[in-house]
């Protein structure tokens, strides 16, 4: 009886909430703006060596709890499943929504059943994704939410995003009104069929999405700590009082022209998706290609790589959304692409420069944000600096910076030009 008095009054403001908000870009009026998102993926064993998820094997009699972190409050909240990659339709038996406590931990307070067009199962059709109803979750930047998802039939392969940098839990059996942690013995370094989630808030000017590959989307980074270089842009737009939300849109490993079963569609097939179908756009701030240009098949031109951030440019500019370019970072000592520790791919850094000088001189992007000069070595130009690659005090990849790297990334972005 309670959880239904609950849900018929989660309803009721549900349903006085959804008619007055617009979903996109370019409204006026109260409106959405995404506070949090992941880049989806198709189910594989991960692209990291060594690496396991829960991707393929999915789900059955199963909650699994993500945390995620928001980037603006909002009145009310609202979350998306994804089914992209899914084969079959993909049945939600329940979910909720609440504010993070310790690892698994849920404050109970908090705790709020999510509902889809009013039921609190639904089914997603393969290949597609969901919102839910408004949550009347009143929440603050920077929150930790903890959404609990439950399946009680087979779910198939899983749509997912591969490297979360954030740990998720699952547990066996219905534990979404569950606060404590203690069903959640398993662990994963990713997320499942969670994409999104929104805050509604008048005072919200927009949203900046970030789209890039695994530097944006925080390979190396601490996990649970939040410290990708998204978090961080966050953390600086919030200080100043300057009224947006930040979404990760990064794939490890994508590349601009060429899609890949570990590493996601390339950039120009997945950015309706990850950034222009985005509710509240304003700003994306592009990086890519690094992978384009380290990959040994097929082997591309920096004129291929300007070429596709110029359609990336040209998207964006079609509705309306500023366009930022971010400089490709050096990677000189990286011992995939310098695997005897001497020889360097002289090629492969001409290209990158060749790149680099385009973003910042050309004047098509509308602003630039120079994260090379921000992280590369005084004393050579193609190395990254020595403190930016320390991990417990261990020797890094030269590739992926550490959380101090990711601070200088968000530091080298001009608030102003978002």
């Known amino acids: 009886m309670r959880l239904t008095k609950t849900l018929a009054a989660l309803a009721t403001a549900a349903a006085l909430i959804a008619p007055a908000v617009p979903a996109h870009a370019g ?12 880049a989806v993926q198709q189910p594989s ?53 609440a504010k993070a406590a310790a690892e698994a931990a849920i404050r109970p307070a908090t705790l709020r059943p999510v509902t889809f067009s009013l039921r609190t199962s ?47 839990y699952r547990a066996s059996g219905d534990h979404r009104f569950d606060p404590r942690a203690t069903a959640f013995t398993d662990t994963s ?40 270089y998204p978090d961080q842009l966050a953390e600086r ?22 899609d890949d079963p570990l590493f996601g569609e390339r950039a120009l097939a997945r950015f309706q998706r990850d950034v222009l179908d985005k509710p509240g756009v304003r700003t994306v701030i592009v990086m890519e290609g690094i992978n384009d240009i380290t990959y040994p098949a097929p082997p591309v031109t920096a004129q291929q790589i300007i070429a596709g951030h110029r359609e990336l440019i ?4 079609a509705r309306g959304i500023r366009a930022v370019g971010g400089t490709i970072m050096p990677f000189k000592g990286n011992p995939w692409l310098y695997p005897d520790g001497t020889a360097e791919p002289f090629a492969l850094e ?19 944000a120079d994260f090379e000069r921000a992280l590369l070595s005084p004393t050579d130009p193609d190395r990254l ?16 910076p550490n959380d101090a790297g990711l601070n200088a990334m968000a530091e080298a972005i001009d608030l102003n030009a978002l």
């Open 27 to 38: 409204t006026t009026g109260p409106r959405w703006s995404g506070a949090w998102s992941a």
């Open 45 to 97: 064993p991960g692209g990291l060596p060594g690496s396991s998820n829960w991707s393929q094997a999915g789900f059955q009699r199963q909650s699994v709890r993500q945390v995620v972190r928001v980037t603006g409050a909002g009145v009310a909240v609202r979350i998306k499943i994804s089914n992209l990659y899914g084969t079959a339709p993909l049945t939600v038996s329940g979910a909720t929504v």
């Open 122 to 168: 639904t089914v997603v059709p393969a290949g597609r994704e969901l919102l839910s109803d408004p949550i009347p979750l009143p929440v603050q930047a920077l929150d930790r939410l903890a959404v609990t998802l439950y399946f009680k039939g087979a779910t198939g392969p899983a749509t997912f995003h591969d490297i979360s940098s954030a740990t998720s």
């Open 189 to 228: 370094q990713s997320w499942y069929f969670l994409s999104g989630v929104d805050v509604l808030n008048p005072a919200t000017r927009g949203t900046v999405v970030t789209f890039g590959d695994s530097v944006t989307d925080g390979t190396g980074s601490t996990p649970d700590a939040d410290n990708r």
């Open 237 to 258: 737009l919030i200080a100043a009082g300057k009224p947006l939300t930040v979404l990760n849109s990064g794939i490890s490993g994508n590349r601009i022209l060429t």
């Open 314 to 317: 040209r998207l964006a500019h």
């Open 350 to 368: 001409q290209i990158r420069d060749q790149v680099n000088a385009w973003i910042r001189t050309s004047g098509e992007y509308d602003a630039v």
């Open 385 to 400: 600096r020595p403190e930016f690659n320390v991990r417990d005090g261990q020797e890094g990849d030269w590739l992926h």
